[in-house]
């Protein structure tokens, strides 16, 4: 997303005066403030923010937070990175990434790595992706159709990280070996109280990450030692130099792809379980895509271009990311004091920019909660060129893998309609569990058909 210049108007500045209010909110309880409700309630900031307005703070994880969720109040913490804010994932999140991850470095640094990892998503790098993320894809739906009643959403998550394993280290059907598992285990514990003992979903990260890094370090190394590297991400960090010309240490190496495997599938699964399910209820929206992908070439490859003109696909795909974002939103410090819409953020204070609540603003978003492509339409005052829409974040930490992303939900949703029918099974909780991201409680149980075999 392109940062537009901010107007320096006397609502957004920087000031040293704290004549301005703090944010109106509560800090609830001592010590703990409101971190179980925001941990457990998926309305946490829908109710603060309809009764506070879109800027509120609380109490969180330790430390007062200030909420964003106004379409200004969003571009002015993702422009300012760095002057006013900087990243700060939860402390059970950084200490599972790992100090050397991307989503943690600032400064120089980050942008140096950014620039080297940046690689792996360029558009001549994701070309030579299709071929691989297509036919995993081909190989689960050929299973779900024999299978034909599932849970969709552990499926999903299967072919997602099956992806993520090869094309970033090279490795076939992940999901199905012990990484997978410890993989798993090792995601429950991302965004939790960060109590490390034994028997804490927390401690048991822990010794999922020590397990997980030695597996990467065996196969980083087999990658350093050998002539050829390989074309996939991991190869291409290996060879990768920074600036002065010196390479990523091993304990960087395995950070950056811990980080890779995590994003490349843990998000990807929650817009695709969200597609299948919002689709599945809406059978005019159905019809639609079916009608635009009849003007595919029959059995000819898809490509860039090919998938470039499915925009239909394209609108269906935003509203679903808007309805249901995969990041709820991001986490930052105020490193200098500054005050935005006439409230003070103090210095030390967390912030956190709500995608979620930003997408559900009713002036942008008309009757918000209705799943509508059309808001999408070209030509139409399409929102997704403004900080209203931000399923990906902005600025400078705008989702590195956004195209990567965007590519892998189009090949899916592609063989999908093309190859399957498929019924949401009655009698199940379709409501969402948010954390780490949004999935139908009970996993979308589905009944599938061979719509190809149907004629
Ligand atoms: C639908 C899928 C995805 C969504 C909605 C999504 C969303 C986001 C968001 C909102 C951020 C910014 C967080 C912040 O502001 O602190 C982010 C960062 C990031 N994403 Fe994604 N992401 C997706 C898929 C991916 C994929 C497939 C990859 C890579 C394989 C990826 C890699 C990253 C990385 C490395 C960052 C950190 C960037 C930085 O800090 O400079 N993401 N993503």
Known sequence: ?????????????????SAASLPPGTL?????????????????????????????????LGRPTVFVCSEEGCRFVLANESKYFVV???????????????????????????????????????????????????????????????AWYPELR????????????????????????????WCQGLFTLPLNFPWTRFGRARRNRDWLLQQLEEIIRKRQESDDPGDDALGLLVRSRDEDGSQLGLDELKDQVLLLL??????????????CLLVGQHPDVRDRLLAELDRLPDDAPLTLESLQQL???????QEVMRCIPPVGGGF????????????????????????????MNPDRYPDPDRFDPDRFAPGSDNPSQTYSYAPFGGGLRE??????????????????????DWTITPDQDLSLVVIPSPRPRDGLRVVMRDRRSAG
């Open 158 to 185: 299967q072919l997602t990280f099956d992806i993520a394993c090869k094309l970033f280290v090279g490795m076939d059907s992940g999901s199905h070996n012990e990484l997978g598992e410890q993989f798993e285990l």
């Open 399 to 420: 989702c590195l893998g956004k195209e990567f992303a965007r590519l892998e939900m189009k090949i899916v949703a592609v063989r999908v309609l093309q190859a399957c």
């Open 1 to 17: 997303m392109p940062i537009e210049p901010l107007p320096l108007t006397a609502r957004f500045m920087n000031t040293t005066t």
């Open 262 to 275: 995590f994003a490349g599938h843990e998000t990807l699964t929650s817009s695709l379980v969200s597609f």
């Open 332 to 359: 930052r410090t105020v490193i200098q004091e500054c005050e935005l819409d006439g409230y003070r953020l103090p210095e030390g204070w967390g912030v956190i920019y709500q995608i979620a609540q930003l997408h």
């Open 28 to 60: 609830g309880l001592p010590f703990i403030g409101e971190t179980l409700a925001f941990l457990r309630d998926r309305n946490f900031a829908r109710d603060r923010a309809a009764r506070y307005g879109p800027i509120f703070k609380t109490h969180l």
């Open 311 to 317: 925009t239909y696909l394209e609108q269906v795909l």
């Open 88 to 150: 700060s994932w939860p402390p059970s999140t950084r200490k599972l990434l790992g100090s050397l991850s991307l989503a943690l470095q600032t400064g120089g640094v980050h942008y140096q790595r950014r620039r080297i990892l940046a690689q792996a998503f360029q558009p001549r790098a994701l070309a030579g992706y299709i071929e691989t993320m297509d036919a995993i894809c081909c190989s689960f739906i050929e299973r779900w159709l024999q299978v034909r009643s599932l």
